[in-house]
Structures are given as C-alpha cells and as structure tokens.
C-alpha cells in the first residue's frame, strides 16, 4: 500500500491554493509534478559539479561526465536494457521518434510501409507522415474497436498485403489509457521482418517496461511523465539497428574526427547527442528514477487502478457524461476521458480550474483518434501516484455544478 500522504509531502506545488480552493492536479499524463529528491539533485549540480561533459580534463568536467553516464545507466537498468550504450538522451520522445525516423529517411521510399495505429499522439504520426510527404512511403492504420483494443487481424492483413519497414505503436494511450498488446505486435511485426518503436512516454509511470522481454527495436519516453524535469528525453535503439542509423544533429560532441572534406559520426549513443547536453536534466532524471522505483509497482498499479475506478464511478452517475476507453477499470491505465452533453470541454475545465481542479481539455495531440469517434474534444482526468480519493471526489460535485452554469435559465 502507497503512504500517500508521505509521499504528498514530498511535492511542495500540491501545497498551494488556487483562489482559495486546494489543487487538486489531475493533469499528469501532460506533465507530472517533481518530488523534492529531483529538485535538490538539480540544484546540487548546479552548485556544485556544473560543467561541460566529456569535453575537460578538469574536475568539474570529471564530476559532469560522471553524472551523466551514471544517469544513462539508471536509465538503462530502468528499462531492462542491455548496456547503457544502448540509451541516447534526447530532448522529448518526439526528438526521440525523429531521429529514428530521420535515420531512415535515405533508405525508405514508394512501396515501403510504416504501421500505426488511431490511437497514437501527433509525436508518433506527424515524422511519418514528413517522411510520406518526402519520400513516398505508405502509412498503414491498423483498426481499434470502441474501447481503444487494437484489433490483431487488421495488423496481420496489413503485415501480409504490404512491405512493412516498422510498425510504430503507443505502449499506452494518452486519451482512452487502453494498452495494445505489445508483446504480440511485436512477435507479429518480427515475423514479417518488421522493426517495431514503442512509444512509452505515458506508460513509464504507470507499469513495468522492459525492452530485452518486449523485444522491441526502439523505445523512447520522456522525462517529465515521470516526475523528472522537462528537457530531457531517452531514445532506447537496439545496438546493431542504432549503430547503423546516421545523426540527426551536426555538431560538436557527436563526431570521432572532422576534415575540411567531411567527417566520421562518433559511435552509439554520442553520435545523437550532438550539442552540450542537457545534463542537469540528465541528473534531475536519474533522481526522479531512484525516487520512483522505491515503492513497488504492485502498489502503484493498485493505487492508480482505484482512483480510475472511483472516477469512473462517481462520474458515470453524472447525467448526461459520457466516458471512452476499457469499461473494466482494471484495464485502463493512467487517464480517463469524458464528455458532458451542452458543455464544451474547453469550457469545462476553465471552470473546473477556479475551483483549483486542472484537467486538460481537447484532442490531447490525438486528433485522429478523436476523428475515429466523431469527436472534437474531450476532458481528461489523468492520475498520479501522489493523488487521493478525496481529490478525485472532488470532481462530480464540480461537474454538476457547471451543469448548473450551463442549464438554460426557466423563462
């Protein structure tokens, strides 16, 4: 069981008011708060090791450099990788997804497939659709029913009928909070000498991610979903494919040797980290990781599963709301999404935040998705490890009384 109130303590922002009413932050699958073990870590860098990594032979260099390898390799145990080599920092997931993309871009042309899915955000469609643009390859749209479950025969007609190069899947919705099947895809896509990228920047926080047992090629994830600072992304590549994907960035850092005629990349992971790196956020990310991984994922999951079943509860009762994704709380992860009859979304949330609720509002980067269910937007309740039933208790009544903002006055 999570001492959340303990760990409540840890994040000073969810101390503070809004206008007299407490916050109540349920907008965690846009950006998740930062415990105080994250910002002193930072800081402690800052004041005392700040330096240009891997480009000094003095001691503040030294102590940068030791801190950004030490932070790739709690990356690398994170996600179960094979060594820390294996891990590239990246700004975002979506830098992440554009240098992989970028790193086919010479080789893909007409005829060549990229699979995705409607429940992917705009970071895992839009590099795609640049390189349908430029190159001409073919984008294929694996099918979803209306709970978000990905359906298997719609990637196997796609996976027999067409020369797939990768298939490109979300391990975790950001909109519905469904979960494809991973570990099927992947087999799948592997059988039909596919290469398969997950998208994990909303699943880290919310269940264990493992590369060497998915098997995937590429994974990519960013800091801020969990409870590190913004600025700072990871590409996961496996060695052999990483190794032999050309740089998106040209610069310092990433070379072994430049002449006036050309230039030699430097090996995996220097040659995509072109630039000074951002290595105070490299430690702030770290932090977040160690931070994390002392309450067990057990805990985790059953805590973040009661609040999404408790939302779904009190909202459900709501006359006239709707919600989207699993029926079975016990399979929807991290968000739940919702529309209320008579009351846009935007106009929803802006009311709710008076009250010190902040929810997101819109197609949350999924406008596919969206399209998919005639839907211009919806309301996102989105948890984290830190929130309370209180908090999540604290919505219906709120809900209700926008209804009764919005409810045409008697004549």
């Not at 920092?89 to 042309?109: L, Q, Y």
């Not at 998915?214 to 700072?232: A, E, Q």
């Not at 006359?319 to 919702?338: H, N």
């Not at 846009?344 to 010190?356: A, I, N, Y």
Request: net charge negative; proline share 7%.
């Amino acid at each position: 069981m999570l001492p959340v109130a303990a760990i409540r303590r840890q994040f000073p922002i969810l101390a503070q008011e809004i206008d007299g009413y407490p916050l109540v932050y349920l907008d965690n699958a846009a950006t998740a708060q930062k415990p105080l073990a994250v910002l002193e870590a930072m800081r402690e860098f800052y004041e005392h090791d700040n330096a240009n990594p891997h480009r000094g032979m003095h001691p503040l260099a030294a102590r940068a450099t030791a801190a950004m390898e030490r932070a790739r390799e709690a990356v690398a145990s994170f996600l179960c990788a094979a060594h820390p080599g294996e891990i590239v920092f990246t700004k975002n997931a979506t830098e992440g997804i554009n240098i992989v993309m970028h790193g086919f871009r010479r080789n893909w042309g007409k005829g060549d497939t990229v699979v995705l899915n409607p429940l992917e955000h705009h970071s895992n469609i839009v590099p795609w659709l640049l390189l349908q643009e430029e190159r001409g390859i073919d984008i294929a749209w694996m099918e979803i029913d209306a709970e978000g479950n990905v359906d298997l025969a719609s990637l196997e007609r796609i996976l027999r009928g067409k020369r797939v190069k990768l298939v490109s899947i979300t391990a975790l919705s950001n909109v519905f909070g469904s979960r494809p099947p991973l570990e099927d895809i992947i087999a799948r896509a592997h059988a039909a000498g596919a290469l398969v990228l997950v998208d994990a920047a909303q699943a880290v926080a919310h269940f264990p991610v493992d590369v060497a047992a998915l098997g995937c090629d590429f994974l990519v994830f960013s800091g801020h979903k969990i409870y590190g600072p913004t600025g700072i992304g990871v590409l996961y590549g496996k060695t052999d494919i990483l190794s032999a994907l050309p740089p998106l960035l040209g610069g310092g850092m990433m070379i072994r040797e430049v002449t006036r005629e050309s230039f030699t990349p430097a090996d995996i992971p220097a040659r995509f980290e072109g630039g000074t790196p951002p290595v105070a956020e490299a430690v702030g990310l770290a932090a977040a990781i160690a931070w994390f991984r002392q309450y067990a994922w057990e805990d985790i999951e059953a805590h973040e599963r009661s609040l999404l079943a408790l939302a779904k509860q009190e909202l459900s009762a709501i006359p006239g709301l709707r919600c989207y994704g699993p029926e079975d709380s016990a399979r929807r992860y991290g968000t739940l999404c919702f529309t209320v009859d008579g009351i846009h979304p935007h106009d929803l949330t802006e009311l709710l935040g008076r009250q010190g609720i902040c929810m997101r509002a819109g197609h949350h980067c999924a406008q596919p998705l969206h399209e998919r269910f005639s839907l211009p937007a919806t309301t996102r309740l989105s948890v984290a490890l830190y929130n309370t039933e209180e908090e999540i208790r604290a919505v219906a009544p709120a809900i209700r009384e926008a209804q009764r903002l919005f409810s045409p006055s008697p004549p």
